[in-house]
């Protein structure tokens, strides 16, 4: 193959040369690489044909996980086993009945968990088999890093599936946790040049700990078992808020945090006449700041199934109910009591989002940690090696003047896509008039997932080249419009609504959105639902898939190709003059072997 591209999409001009000189530096200190992994490896190795190639291996394993990612996909669309508390009233229809079929059975699981074992082993199994035949290469580590940040969305919604976290906050914050941690440990890889795993890390034991919570699913008979089994906390541990019944607290704490937020934006913006200016950020989560509706806060109804609306339901579902709040405050509140609304609960799946959090918020904290050290350490040793002092030694760093004297901050700058990303996608996710994700959650998940992995393959190549890291390139351009344009479309409608209506005029009432659901809300919110439904939230969440898919699509294609083409290697193929060679060793190997039995 030779240097067809005098131009790259991805790479800087002088890629061959930069590619070139990259070094991989890398160290695991986990007991359970050095003892299992390695081990296991180094074993496995000395059978595989000379002729296959390591990234043959990597994408092996990938595909693994991807055909249980699948199945489990086809048996839990919504992640979330038999459940009457994830069905709205205007659910029980033939649409959703989908969720009404039994548990998938145990045997899934156990095949998801040895997709994911195998997905393990292989991806450490390439990188022996790259050091065998003599193919190492950044190309490979680009196809390595790329197939574990494009894991990391089929791993966490397959730990969704398996502890039964519904199409929720669970399963979102399931994956910001996942996609997100990788993104920090690629950022750390870049700032310190190197990638250091410590003793415990998600590759090793985070690997281990999913795949047990697949087998102990599997074990236990189903995911339905996360959801069903809490933990009663004691009226003496709680606040007096949440000593109330769940109606009652629901109540409290959204007059509470309204309140509040309330005078925070009337500080910020001012007040309008006799009533708070235009509530932006209550009214998205279906509230207003109006005093009137604070004073007279929408009180939870108690929802009761119907068995004429209930197709295929067994005896449990149609005597079950439920609260359902008003507002998204409320809605919050009241998940965490038992369907009673008696007693404070905490479900068994909500503790292990809450611990996967905190490991993630410690993950990224020590990473930021480390890239502030990693900084620090450049300054002192360029100023003892130059004796330059800090002024000149500024001009060693990368970046514009910002970059250059407060280089640590501008690294933190430089999550600001992240920042943004995230924070986009939690508008959309809480505002949605629709409950979008309640709908496709698997979408909306894939949708966000691989625009996080866009950016870390983005890091990625800087660090291969090692040029200064630009994640708003051109294939970021017509996600970045199409969001500009639906959120100024968003306003528009705001606009056209305040003035038509003053926000002290507010009545209650019941209003239908464009797909005929019941709001209960208040006058409004009902208008703003008139005003803003020019928008089809539906049809804008497949626009943004098919957006992100085929951007990452472009960018897997195109990075793959053009480092192939800038290290004049073969992406699928090991040369025949290094399968020669590794024949030689290996040949010459048994002949040493037969030779000290004879001897012996």
Same mark, same amino acid.
């Given at each position: 193959?030779?240097?067809?591209?005098?131009?790259?999409?991805?790479?800087? %001009?002088?890629?061959?040369?930069?590619?070139?000189?990259?070094?991989?530096?890398?160290?695991?200190?986990?007991?359970?690489?050095?003892?299992?992994?390695?081990?296991?490896?180094?074993?496995?190795?000395?059978?595989?044909?000379?002729?296959?190639?390591?990234?043959?291996?990597?994408?092996?394993?990938?595909?693994?996980?991807?055909?249980? &990612?699948?199945?489990?996909?086809? $048996?839990?669309?919504?992640?979330?086993?038999?459940?009457?508390?994830?069905?709205?009233?205007?659910?029980?229809?033939?649409?959703?009945?989908?969720?009404?079929?039994?548990?998938?059975?145990?045997?899934?699981?156990?095949?998801?968990?040895?997709?994911?074992?195998?997905?393990?082993?292989?991806?450490?199994?390439?990188? %022996?088999?790259?050091?065998?035949?003599?193919?190492?290469?950044?190309?490979?580590?680009?196809?390595?890093?790329?197939?574990?940040?494009?894991?990391?969305?089929?791993?966490?919604?397959?730990?969704?599936?398996?502890?039964?976290?519904?199409?929720?906050?669970?399963?979102?914050?399931?994956?910001?946790?996942?996609?997100?941690?990788?993104?920090?440990?690629?950022?750390?890889?870049? $700032?310190?040049?190197?990638?250091?795993?410590?003793?415990?890390?998600?590759?090793?034991?985070?690997?281990?700990?999913?795949?047990?919570?697949?087998?102990?699913?599997?074990?236990?008979?189903?995911?339905?078992?996360?959801?069903?089994?809490?933990?009663?906390?004691?009226?003496?541990?709680?606040?007096?808020?949440?000593?109330?019944?769940?109606?009652?607290?629901?109540?409290?704490?959204?007059?509470?945090?309204?309140?509040?937020?309330?005078?925070?934006?009337?500080?910020?913006?001012?007040? %309008?006449?006799?009533?708070?200016?235009?509530? $932006?950020?209550?009214?998205?989560?279906?509230?207003?700041?109006?005093?009137?509706?604070?004073?007279?806060?929408?009180?939870?109804?108690?929802?009761?199934?119907?068995?004429?609306?209930?197709?295929?339901?067994?005896?449990?579902?149609?005597?079950?109910?439920?609260?359902?709040?008003?507002?998204?405050?409320?809605?919050?509140?009241?998940?965490?009591?038992?369907?009673?609304?008696?007693?404070?609960?905490?479900?068994?799946?909500?503790?292990?989002?809450?611990?996967?959090?905190?490991?993630?918020?410690?993950?990224?904290?020590?990473?930021?940690?480390?890239?502030?050290?990693?900084?620090?350490?450049?300054?002192?040793?360029?100023?003892?090696?130059?004796?330059?002092?800090?002024?000149?030694?500024?001009?060693?760093?990368?970046?514009?003047?910002?970059?250059?004297?407060?280089?640590?901050?501008?690294?933190?700058?430089?999550?600001?896509?992240?920042?943004?990303?995230?924070?986009?996608?939690?508008?959309?996710?809480?505002?949605?008039?629709?409950?979008?994700?309640?709908?496709?959650?698997?979408?909306?998940?894939?949708?966000?997932?691989?625009?996080?992995?866009?950016?870390?393959?983005?890091?990625?190549?800087?660090?291969?080249?090692?040029?200064?890291?630009?994640?708003?390139?051109?294939?970021?351009?017509?996600?970045?419009?199409?969001?500009?344009?639906?959120?100024?479309?968003?306003?528009?409608?705001?606009?056209?609504?305040?003035?038509?209506?003053?926000?002290?005029?507010?009545?209650?009432?019941?209003?239908?959105?464009?797909?005929?659901?019941?709001?209960?809300?208040?006058?409004?919110?009902?208008? &703003?639902?008139?005003?803003?439904?020019?928008?089809?939230?539906?049809?804008?969440?497949?626009?943004?898939?098919?957006?992100?898919?085929?951007?990452?699509? &472009?960018?897997?294609?195109?990075?793959?190709?053009?480092?192939?083409?800038?290290?004049?290697?073969?992406?699928?193929?090991?040369?025949?003059?290094?399968?020669?060679?590794?024949?030689?060793?290996?040949?010459?190997?048994?002949?040493?072997?037969?030779?000290?039995?004879?001897?012996?």
């Amino acid at each position: 193959m030779t240097e067809s591209h005098s131009f790259y999409t991805y790479l800087p %001009h002088d890629a061959p040369k930069r590619l070139r000189g990259y070094k991989y530096r890398g160290e695991d200190r986990s007991y359970i690489y050095k003892y299992l992994w390695s081990a296991l490896c180094r074993y496995a190795v000395k059978f595989l044909p000379p002729w296959l190639a390591p990234n043959v291996i990597t994408i092996t394993g990938l595909a693994f996980v991807c055909i249980s &990612h699948a199945i489990l996909a086809y $048996y839990m669309p919504k992640l979330t086993a038999k459940d009457p508390n994830y069905l709205f009233e205007n659910e029980m229809n033939m649409s959703y009945r989908k969720e009404f079929i039994p548990q998938p059975p145990s045997l899934v699981f156990v095949l998801v968990a040895a997709s994911m074992f195998l997905y393990q082993f292989l991806d450490n199994l390439d990188g %022996h088999q790259a050091r065998r035949t003599g193919t190492s290469s950044p190309l490979g580590l680009l196809v390595d890093h790329g197939c574990d940040a494009f894991n990391c969305i089929i791993s966490s919604l397959s730990i969704a599936a398996s502890v039964s976290a519904g199409p929720c906050w669970k399963t979102w914050v399931i994956l910001l946790n996942t996609v997100t941690t990788f993104f920090m440990n690629t950022w750390e890889e870049y $700032y310190r040049g190197i990638l250091i795993l410590p003793i415990i890390n998600g590759p090793n034991e985070g690997i281990l700990v999913a795949i047990s919570i697949y087998l102990w699913t599997a074990w236990i008979g189903g995911p339905q078992w996360w959801y069903d089994n809490t933990i009663k906390i004691s009226e003496t541990w709680l606040p007096e808020v949440f000593r109330q019944p769940a109606p009652d607290a629901a109540v409290a704490i959204e007059r509470t945090i309204i309140r509040f937020v309330c005078t925070f934006q009337s500080y910020l913006f001012g007040s %309008h006449e006799n009533s708070t200016y235009f509530p $932006y950020l209550p009214f998205i989560f279906h509230s207003n700041c109006s005093a009137s509706y604070v004073e007279n806060l929408p009180k939870p109804v108690l929802v009761v199934f119907n068995k004429d609306l209930c197709i295929s339901c067994d005896e449990q579902i149609v005597t079950s109910k439920y609260w359902k709040g008003h507002s998204m405050l409320q809605r919050m509140v009241l998940r965490l009591y038992d369907i009673g609304g008696h007693k404070l609960k905490i479900r068994y799946n909500t503790l292990m989002v809450w611990f996967m959090t905190l490991a993630a918020i410690w993950t990224c904290a020590g990473n930021i940690y480390q890239v502030f050290k990693a900084i620090r350490r450049r300054i002192y040793l360029n100023q003892q090696c130059s004796g330059k002092d800090s002024g000149s030694i500024a001009q060693l760093m990368p970046g514009f003047w910002f970059g250059r004297h407060f280089p640590f901050l501008y690294s933190l700058v430089e999550l600001s896509p992240l920042v943004v990303l995230v924070f986009m996608a939690n508008v959309f996710f809480f505002a949605s008039q629709e409950n979008i994700f309640r709908q496709h959650p698997r979408i909306f998940c894939w949708t966000v997932g691989l625009l996080f992995t866009k950016l870390t393959v983005h890091l990625m190549l800087a660090h291969l080249c090692g040029i200064e890291f630009q994640p708003f390139r051109r294939t970021f351009l017509p996600v970045f419009l199409f969001g500009l344009h639906t959120t100024l479309t968003f306003l528009h409608g705001e606009a056209k609504l305040m003035q038509k209506q003053s926000v002290s005029t507010l009545t209650e009432t019941f209003l239908n959105n464009k797909n005929n659901q019941i709001i209960p809300s208040c006058q409004m919110v009902g208008e &703003h639902s008139r005003f803003t439904y020019i928008l089809d939230e539906n049809l804008i969440l497949y626009e943004f898939f098919a957006l992100s898919v085929v951007t990452f699509a &472009h960018l897997a294609w195109n990075a793959v190709r053009e480092i192939a083409s800038a290290l004049n290697v073969q992406i699928f193929r090991v040369p025949l003059d290094k399968q020669m060679m590794l024949c030689r060793q290996i040949a010459d190997g048994k002949a040493r072997s037969i030779s000290s039995k004879k001897n012996v």
